[in-house]
């Protein structure tokens, strides 16, 4: 099979919207909304109007049908202004794939289309106050009566949940089942019972909504449940594979921020009667900086090329996402190194890319998760 | 009806230029369409919009400057033309090579950027006017169609004003004319299903470029702190006067 | 023969009229021509002026300006006097009509020099491209249409003895028809062809606040310009804007109050002999491009910036 590294035509023009939209539209409002810790409507607004809101949803459905690897083209390019504000579009895909993985025909065209047809969004929802990556112990109870199921418990940390049309919710038929008792059921923003409580406080990407989620006696149709009962585990896991290959995309993004704003910054800082940039020490920080966003760029596509062939791609997935946000994290640190006291002000950018991308870390799968998914996969060969 | 836009692709005005062999190389450098071309892929889509008819771009550079009609295709241009040249070109020779595509459109009304973001030519707009035997109103901020003819508003070197024009003209591009729209994911996808024919460039260069260089003029970068602003305008004004002798 | 085009304001000659004919004599003289000059008026023109500088002076009235009407003079001119090469003052109409001109002739087109010169018969002239930021030096075979840059030639001397008016036979042209012409009030000196420039920026924070850049640009004979930034917000009229959809401007001396100095500006004034930048934040790019500047806000250093220059006049 050739190799072939380059974008096609479709594929360059789609990043050149992408950075141009960055550039004009997200970059200018990036420190107010962080500073506000509100949800950039305006913003999501425009991304609805270009096309790049929720534009995984296929044709069919009234989307677009991007592939991943259109996807991580996009992703590295708004995360570049700012990873908290890409968030939003991005969790609202992590919502949309498991309708894509598991809905039937009949619950893609009710979900999905109304997504394309205005700014709107959905939500992911997994975690929960007592469990986070040991996703097979949800609390969470759905009990079936009649049509519907009733679902009773709280997910924690998620994210557009309360901007969300709807949510997908993972809840459990016996909590004794453990992953075999996983449901996957799509609640409806404003179906009673269900209530967002936005969590405040957050050290970075404060412009994407982050919720704790609480449903008491909520009623939801058995016509929302995606797939069978018992396989709501399987669905969870399949997205996660998928969805964390953008995180790695947004955090190439953050990466490559943190290179420029320390580039900018060590040619114009003199010190010792030159600029800084004619120093080792700084040129190492920004040559490792260079290793890093190259190298991840490059796996991040291999994993999106691998999802799009649809060949496995789960361990593949968990690299890029662990080492892109740990490089980036790392790109961060040093570009507020290298600015050293402004590095540690709101007057410069770089504090906040590190604010911001330590939740890459973290988010779909924690870097530790990650590094258990890739030893499995070492040690089943 | 028939609205053509005429196109270029030139750097980004925020990319780096560099030197190589007398010669701007821009092998690093961000292309984009040209902005001011930008307007008037712009104007010819809402004159679409608001008359009927067809948009077309008409592109002329090397063969990367397909990136660029791709662009304004995108945009929402219906189809394009790009006649192909790999060197520089003056505007009398890309007027005389882009006069015979626009003449078999037979156009309503074309439309270009009022200068370009790389030769800093402000006359291909009015070369093209003199190849197709029709006025040229430059530097245009406002423009609307009324039957045969053409009301716009346009910037003179001191003021503006407004004429009336019998179509077919040429126009050129102002900022203010309008506000370009983003190339949408879907007239990305769209446009690459979207016809780009190509055509050789007939004509020969009346200019050559014997050179480039980049002269950064080394500024003195005095800068004086303003917590007394009335020491610091009294400095300034010193060095002004005493120093750089221009006041 | 050399033809060069004469721009004036009704009254007198342009100043770039003047630097116009220093090139266009220069030429001539490397091509064992002579100069003619063509003087193209709406309804008068300074037709004895312009006879103190060449011999020969076609002239022509013809109602308000079109770039279809000056093209046709301009061609006239040309074509009577069988120009080799056509020299006149850049500006956005000058580009305008000799584009036009350059075409019908099948010339080269060098607009907007900085200098030119006669090399084994072709004309070779530099200058600036990509924004401003490159010069080029560029060739040209005869016949050619050049346009001069303003403030780059020193200004003619006049003749020992007057020339002589010929009347040119202008044909009439398919052209435009001028509706309203929309005069923006004169304010001192014309921005392209100052000496001085001050320029106000968002910076400024409000409309009201350019009566400090004016009383600055007045008290230094100088032309008020103005960023995109602040034309957009209706503060200022285009035509007073300076950057690459403006005016390109390259003054002895350019003020930039309140200026941020995004590229597009740049590309405007970034010839300047001297820059001074006045910017309440110390990472604005405008300083990069600075020879002098005060860290401060306009509202206090502008004010006090005026009483300098007046106790330094005084």
């Known amino acids: 099979m050739p190799v072939d590294f380059s974008l096609t035509e479709e594929q360059k023009q789609l990043q050149a919207l992408a950075r141009r939209f960055a550039k004009e539209v997200i970059l200018p409002v990036a420190a107010e909304y962080d500073e506000k810790e509100e949800v950039p409507w305006p913003v999501i607004e425009r991304l609805h109007e270009v096309g790049l809101l929720n534009a995984i949803i296929p044709e069919a459905y009234g989307g677009m049908g991007l592939k991943m690897l259109d996807e991580v083209i996009v992703g590295e390019e708004l995360a570049y202004a700012c990873m908290g504000i890409y968030t939003i579009p991005m969790a609202s895909d992590l919502g949309i794939t498991p309708v894509l993985l598991a809905g039937t025909e009949e619950q893609k065209r009710r979900f999905l289309t109304p997504l394309t047809q205005k700014p709107a969004l959905a939500a992911f929802a997994l975690s929960e106050p007592g469990n986070g990556s040991d996703a097979a112990a949800l609390r969470t109870r759905a009990v079936r009566q009649g049509d519907h199921y009733v679902l009773n418990g709280t997910k924690m940390w998620i994210s557009n949940g309360g901007e969300a049309e709807w949510v997908v919710v993972f809840a459990t038929v016996n909590p004794e089942l453990r992953h075999k008792g996983v449901v996957a059921l799509v609640v409806e923003k404003g179906t009673p019972g269900f209530q967002a409580v936005k969590i405040h406080g957050k050290m970075g990407q404060r412009a994407s909504g982050t919720y704790e989620l609480i449903f008491e006696d909520v009623k939801v149709p058995v016509e929302n449940r995606l797939g069978e009962e018992g396989e709501g585990f399987k669905i969870a896991m399949n997205t996660l594979n998928k969805t964390r290959i953008p995180v790695a995309a947004g955090s190439v993004g953050v990466a490559r921020r943190a290179l420029d704003e320390a580039k900018k910054y060590a040619k114009e800082r003199e ?56 490089i980036a994290f790392e790109a961060a640190n040093q570009a507020i190194q290298i600015h050293g006291g402004y590095g540690y002000v709101r007057e410069f950018p770089v504090e906040k890319l590190l604010r911001d991308v330590k939740l890459n870390q973290i988010y779909e799968g924690t870097n530790e998760i990650q590094r258990l998914i890739i030893a499995r996969h070492v040690l089943a060969e | ?64 400057t397909e990136e660029a009609i791709r662009t304004a295709l995108a945009m929402g241009a219906d189809r394009g033309i790009h006649v192909v040249y790999e060197g520089f070109a003056d505007p009398v020779a890309v007027a005389e090579a882009l006069a015979g595509v626009i003449q078999e ?143 | ?128 491209a990509y924004l401003n930021r490159v010069t080029q030096k560029v060739r040209a075979a005869l016949p050619v249409v050049l346009t001069v840059k303003p403030n780059t030639t020193p200004l003619a001397e006049p003749l020992p003895t007057r020339g002589e008016v010929k009347t040119l036979e202008v044909p009439s042209v398919p052209t435009v028809e001028v509706l309203e012409r929309l005069q923006e009030e004169k304010k001192g000196v014309s921005l392209t062809e100052a000496d001085i420039v001050v320029t106000g920026g968002r910076g400024m924070g409000s409309a009201e606040a350019f009566r400090l850049v004016e009383e600055l640009a007045a008290l230094l004979g100088g032309a008020v310009g103005a960023t995109r930034a602040v034309v957009d917000a209706g503060w200022r009229p285009y035509s007073e804007q300076v950057g690459q959809t403006g005016k390109t401007v390259q003054p002895s001396l350019y003020i930039a109050l309140g200026v941020s100095g995004a590229v597009q500006h740049l590309a405007g004034m970034n010839k300047s002999k001297y820059i001074v930048a006045v910017n309440k934040d110390p990472e604005a790019p405008i300083f990069k491009h600075a020879d002098y500047g ?4 306009v509202h206090q250093v502008v004010p006090a910036l005026i009483e300098a220059v007046k106790r330094l006049k005084d």
């Open chain 2, 105 to 247: 459109e037979a156009p309503t009304l074309v439309v270009t950027g009022g200068q370009q973001a790389d030769w800093d030519s402000q006359a291909l707009g009015a070369a093209l006017a003199e190849a197709l035997g029709v006025p040229v109103v430059s530097w245009t901020t406002a423009l609307e169609l009324e039957g045969e003819t053409a009301k716009a508003k346009h910037d003179l070197d001191e003021g503006a004003e407004w004429v009336r024009v019998r179509l077919p003209a040429v126009f050129t591009t102002q900022q203010g004319l309008n506000e370009p729209r983003y190339p949408t994911l879907p007239g990305i996808m769209k446009a690459k299903k979207k016809e780009v024919k190509k055509v050789a460039f007939q004509g020969a260069p009346k200019v050559e470029i014997l050179e480039e260089t980049i002269q950064e003029k080394t500024r003195l970068q005095k800068i004086l702190d303003g917590k007394d602003p009335v020491a610091a305008a009294e400095e300034l004004v010193r060095l002004l006067h005493e120093e750089a002798k221009v006041l």
């Open chain 3, 1 to 128: 023969m050399v033809l060069v085009v004469l721009d004036h304001d009704g009254n007198k000659l342009r100043k770039g009229s003047l630097e116009a004919l220093t090139r266009a004599r220069a030429l001539a003289e490397a091509l064992g021509s002579k100069v003619v000059g063509v003087l193209l008026a709406e309804e008068k023109a300074p037709a004895e002026e312009a006879l103190a500088y060449v011999e020969t002076l076609y002239t022509a009235t013809l109602g308000p300006y079109t770039a279809e009407k000056w093209a046709a003079g301009v061609l006239a001119a040309a074509r009577q006097v069988g120009a080799q090469a056509v020299v006149a003052p850049s500006s956005r109409q000058s580009r305008t009509y000799l584009g036009r001109v350059a075409y019908a002739l099948k010339a080269g087109l060098l607009e907007d020099t900085l200098e030119s010169t006669v090399e084994g018969g072709a004309v070779v002239a530099t200058r600036y």
């Open chain 1, 271 to 326: 010190a010792f009667g030159q600029p800084i940039a004619n120093f080792q020490a700084i040129q190492f920080k920004l040559a490792d900086m260079m290793i890093g966003i190259e190298t991840a760029r490059m796996y991040t596509y291999y994993a999106a090329w691998l999802a799009d062939q649809g060949l496995p791609h789960a361990h593949a997935s968990a690299i890029a996402k662990a080492y892109a946000s740990e």
């Open chain 2, 1 to 64: 009806m028939k609205f053509v836009a005429v196109i270029r692709q030139v750097p980004d005005g925020e990319s780096r230029l560099k030197i190589q062999g007398n010669r701007v190389d821009l092998s690093g450098a961000t292309l984009i369409l040209d902005q001011m071309d930008e307007y008037a892929v712009e104007e010819t889509l809402r004159l679409k919009e608001k008359h009927g008819g067809e948009a077309i771009v008409v592109g002329f550079g090397p063969e990367r």
């Open chain 3, 294 to 297: 005060i860290v401060g806000d």
